[in-house]
T-cell receptor
């Protein structure tokens, strides 16, 4: 079974703090993703990575950065947390294998509910 | 306009009802169509996927795709209280990491 773990389930931070969210997958997947999920807005892609040290911006990258130093680990960094970054953050991974839908299937972690006060 | 639009709900049905969940999309390049289920305080899990027009059945669940109308549906027969969750449609077809584009989700409650 694929397992994607996230470092914290709940996190409370103050405005202006630097925040690190960690994600680890154990299936040797090529691709990893960070989303935020807000009521009525669904899942919005923040950043993704298709290889170690390779990253691309998603739809809402402003205020975030990422790091992927090892294949299994993908970190999301909030450089200076703001109240509008209060949200549920979900990490996912996928194999990226070519030739069919299997490569697209994303496996999600349990999420980190971040509150910025 | 969003690439993927999903009926927002919430939807509340009695146990045993047939449930229909729907999404429309605008990007003709989408190839694979998926449905994820997300229980409260959990991450989404893949329920079903299809990649061609027509129906695909898995137990009480049927996924339907109409590419000509750019419309997909998920039907749940004999709905159970354990089906209460948020259902997200997702579609693929772009990008270096085979990204998915998600609908905003429909919250379903099945009442016993």
């Amino acid at each position: 079974d694929v397992k994607v773990t996230q470092s914290s389930r709940y996190l409370v931070k103050r405005t202006g703090e630097k925040v690190f969210l960690e994600c680890v997958q154990d299936m040797d997947h090529e691709n990893m993703f960070w989303y935020r999920q807000d009521p009525g807005l669904g899942l919005r892609l923040i950043y993704f990575s298709y290889d170690v040290k390779m990253k691309e911006k998603g739809d809402i990258p402003e205020g975030y950065s990422v790091s992927r130093e090892k294949k299994e680990r993908f970190s999301l960094i909030l450089e200076s947390a703001s109240t509008n970054q209060t949200s549920m953050y979900l990490c996912a991974s996928s194999s990226g294998l070519a030739g069919g839908p299997t490569g697209y299937e994303q496996y999600f972690g349990p999420g980190t509910r971040l509150t910025v006060t | 306009q969003k690439e993927v639009e999903q009926d927002p709900g919430p939807l509340s049905v009695p146990e045993g009802a047939i449930v229909s969940l729907n999404c429309t999309y605008s990007n003709s390049a989408f190839q694979y169509f998926m449905w994820y289920r997300q229980y409260s305080r959990k991450g989404p899990e893949l329920l079903m996927y299809t990649y061609s027009s027509g129906n695909k059945e898995d137990g009480r669940f049927t996924a339907q795709v109409d590419k000509s109308s750019k419309y997909i549906s998920l039907f749940i027969r004999d709905s159970q209280p354990s089906d209460s969750a948020t259902y997200l449609c997702a579609m693929s077809g772009r990008g270096s990491a085979r990204q998915l584009t998600f609908g905003s989700g429909t919250q379903l409650t099945v009442l016993p």
